[in-house]
């Protein structure tokens, strides 16, 4: 089922929407939606050559688990770049 999302922009952001929208012939919704799921799609998940890249290393996959388990769990410590 369809949900509906409000949203507060200021009005230099809102033209620019309106701007893109009307150039890709589109609704603003749509030019929002598609903006936003394909951010976090990028953003956020594994493409399919690398998930099958890293599902081919059964060492990869054991040490992944066993790091998600720790992390669960609390257990470790962070480690970060300088």
Known sequence: MPKTLTMRLDDETYQTFVRAAKAERRSLANLVETAALRHVRET?????????EIT???ELVRRLKAGSRDARKRKGRIVTAL
Do not use: I, T
């Open 56 to 58: 081919s290393r059964p």
């Open 44 to 52: 956020s998940f594994v493409d399919d050559s690398e998930m099958a």
